[in-house]
């Protein structure tokens, strides 16, 4: 079945450093790709999505580009902030029930 | 504001005592979802339903019940909790899940003892 696999973390970065969240993904057909946000004790945030191949979402100085040809789904952004600590989930589309497959989660520590 | 709210934010309660936690939503979202998450297990489905009087099992249905009367509405029920059901869990509602993405609640934590 369609999976979504997500680097461990957390990942430990200092501020202004640039990131990159790792998500390659397992799928039948082309399904819609989500990378969603969630800060300490709150709900869960659409950060980016992408419909189809070489679509690029951006949003906050996040990016990540649908690569068909590796099933990747990146996450990258050129200078962090603490702010930005946070704990970051990839997800894709389940064409056959139009639910989201969700990855284990990354989580992002930004330290001054 | 477009949002989904759910109450409560806490409880705790005792096992055995029938439960339910409340989810609206105020898009106009046929679809909405019932999530759990958990440390190391990520999120999992409950119970979704694509629209009015229309629901199913996600991946974790045992011990929850939902029911959707009406758009706006999808609570959670559990008749008879049991402490492996403590958890965090979130609702979510979308218009189109595979297009779109889920808006999702700020969470009920759930502790039962």
């Known amino acids: 079945g369609d999976s979504v696999t997500q680097m461990e973390g957390p990942v430990t970065l200092s501020e202004e450093a640039f990131l990159t969240i790792n998500c390659t993904y397992t799928a039948t057909g082309y399904p819609s790709l989500f990378w969603y946000v969630q800060y300490p004790g709150e709900g869960l945030q659409l950060l980016l999505k992408a419909t189809k191949a070489d679509d690029k979402g951006s949003n906050k100085g996040f990016e990540a580009t649908y690569r068909k040809e590796t099933t990747s789904f990146h996450l990258e952004k050129g200078s962090v902030q603490v702010s930005d600590s946070a704990v970051y989930f990839c997800a894709l589309s389940d064409l056959s029930n139009y639910q989201l497959i969700w990855g284990a989660g990354t989580k992002l520590i930004i330290k001054p | 504001e477009a949002q989904v709210t759910q109450n409560p934010r806490y409880l705790i309660t005792v096992t055995g005592k029938k439960l339910t936690v409340t989810c609206s939503q105020n898009m106009n979202h046929e679809y909405m979802s019932w999530y759990r998450q958990d440390p190391g297990l990520g999120l999992r489905q409950i119970y979704y339903s694509m629209n009015v009087e229309a629901t199913d099992k996600g991946d974790v249905p045992e011990g929850y019940k939902v029911s959707r009367k009406e758009k706006r509405n999808f609570p959670l029920i559990l008749e008879s909790p049991s402490p492996n059901q403590t958890s965090l869990y979130f609702c979510?509602?979308?218009?189109?899940?595979?297009?779109?993405?889920?808006?999702f609640g700020s969470g009920t934590r759930l502790t039962v003892v």
């Open positions: 979510a509602s979308s218009l189109k899940p595979g297009h779109y993405g889920y808006t």
